[in-house]
């Protein structure tokens, strides 16, 4: 017997901790329905980001939906937030259940 | 003799700078940072208590002028002296018109161990003065209107975790008065100066991290960050004189007005900023001037504010 799954596109953003509140808003505007946040610490063009405090603080955000919708935030994200903050953005095909929730 | 609190911090700037591996877990930086902000809080309420409020409005006005007026000058500086651009002047002015929790919480500890008296308004003044600055930034960076979302600004400027938890403990401390703070006073008075002692052992790790930032801009950068809270310092002393207040309280204004924010600034600049550079602003802050206004600083103000009011011991 197999698990009947449907594809749908994960997006992530690995970003400043100081964007939270606004990024989570973009999100809710543009139709998104779910998402989870976690905290997170790494090193990029931008340093050594360790968390120690909260200027130098990372989250990642992930979202699961459909393939346009993820598109067209992640387009929103690279207009307005690549310039001039920490952050990396990427689409990641995943295979799920319960497909209305998504 | 130097301070106790300060050999923490010392020790935490050396290890770091030796790239020990060391490290504190940020939640306990995080804890620390709410247990300074409620105990000076309630520390000031419960002198507001018995205190005559009247005088407070003026005076609270004066100590914003002082802030965006640091801010102004500031911004002046940098745009013609260290010639920064202006989205970068604006964003480290901003800072240097704000005030740092940390810095007054050394210049309060400083006081007590000398048995020196201040105002309980020093806490207010501490609150009020963290947010002019931040929109007088915030309007030199970008100009008024245009893409600024103001809402979003004062809710994080007003409502921000430093300005909430001093004004709520300060309103505690006010309604609880000295006597309802007795069951409490063990935790948030007596444990302070250990509390304080911790939070600057991470202060002194993270002023170890800017040591990459000063050697690469180095003269400028401490130039300024050496400059600018002296100025400062000044102008709170020449505020202090004119609303009348004790050596004990002109050295904490001048402590204030020296002190610049490398936390509820940051934040809002890179929200409300995002072209400047955060790494270049903190470490003017962070890597000169916090450390200069809690080694030498603070004593110094201190002399000053017995020089000008003529009672020099």
């Given at each position: 017997m197999s698990l009947s799954t449907e594809k749908r596109t994960l997006l992530c953003v690995i970003t400043e901790a100081?964007?939270?509140?606004?990024?989570?808003?973009?999100?809710?505007?543009?139709?998104?329905?779910?998402?989870?946040?976690?905290?997170?610490?790494?090193?990029?063009?931008?340093?050594?980001?360790?968390?120690?405090?909260?200027?130098?603080a990372n989250i990642r955000i992930e979202v699961i939906c459909a393939r346009a919708l993820a598109e067209s935030t992640l387009e929103h994200i690279q207009a307005r937030y690549y310039a001039n903050y920490a952050m990396v953005a990427f689409l990641q095909e995943v295979e799920i259940i319960r497909p209305q929730k998504f | 003799m130097i301070d106790i609190v300060v050999l923490f911090f010392l020790f935490g700037l050396v290890a770091g700078l030796a790239r020990s591996e060391l490290k504190l877990p940020a939640a306990l930086y995080d804890s620390l940072s709410v247990f300074l902000l409620l105990a000076i809080g309630l520390k000031g309420g419960q002198g507001l208590a018995t205190a005559e409020l009247g005088p407070l409005l003026p005076q609270l006005g004066a100590v914003i002028l002082l802030g965006i007026l640091q801010t102004l000058i500031a911004f002046g500086l940098l745009r013609s002296i260290v010639k920064l651009g202006r989205a970068d002047a604006a964003s480290t002015a901003a800072h240097y018109g704000s005030v740092s929790v940390a810095t007054f919480a050394v210049g309060v500890n400083w006081?007590?161990?000398?048995?020196?008296?201040?105002?309980?308004?020093?806490?207010?003044?501490?609150?009020?003065?963290?947010?002019?600055?931040?929109?007088?930034?915030?309007?030199?960076?970008?100009?008024?209107?245009?893409?600024?979302?103001w809402g979003l600004l004062a809710h994080e400027a007003f409502l921000g975790k430093g300005v909430t938890l001093l004004l709520g403990g300060m309103i505690i401390g006010w309604i609880a008065g000295p006597e309802g703070l007795a069951p409490i006073k063990g935790l948030f008075f007596d444990l302070f100066k250990g509390?304080?002692?911790?939070?600057?052992?991470?202060?002194?790790?993270i002023v170890s991290h800017q040591a990459g930032e000063l050697r690469k801009r180095g003269f400028v950068i401490i130039a300024f960050g050496l400059l600018m809270p002296l100025l400062s310092a000044l102008l709170g002393l020449a505020c202090g004189l004119a609303?009348?207040?004790?050596?004990?309280?002109?050295?904490?204004?001048?402590t204030l007005a020296a002190s610049a924010s490398y936390?509820?600034?940051?934040?809002?600049?890179?929200?409300?900023?995002?072209?400047?550079?955060?790494?270049?602003?903190?470490?003017?802050?962070?890597?000169v001037t916090f450390p200069f206004n809690i080694l030498a600083g603070i004593p110094f103000y201190h002399w000053l504010a017995l020089q000008l009011t003529g009672n020099p011991s």
């Open positions: 100081v964007l939270e509140q606004t990024l989570l808003r973009d999100l809710d505007r543009l139709g998104v329905r779910g998402y989870t946040v976690s905290d997170a610490r790494g090193r990029g063009s931008r340093g050594i980001r360790d968390a120690a405090w909260d200027e130098a | 006081l007590m161990t000398r048995s020196i008296e201040f105002e309980p308004q020093m806490a207010i003044f501490l609150a009020v003065m963290e947010i002019p600055a931040i929109m007088v930034g915030i309007v030199l960076a970008r100009g008024i209107g245009r893409d600024t979302d509390a304080l002692a911790l939070f600057l052992l991470e202060m002194g790790l609303l009348d207040l004790s050596i004990g309280g002109l050295t904490l204004l001048a936390i509820a600034v940051p934040a809002a600049m890179r929200l409300a900023v995002p072209e400047a550079n955060p790494a270049l602003s903190l470490s003017f802050v962070l890597g």
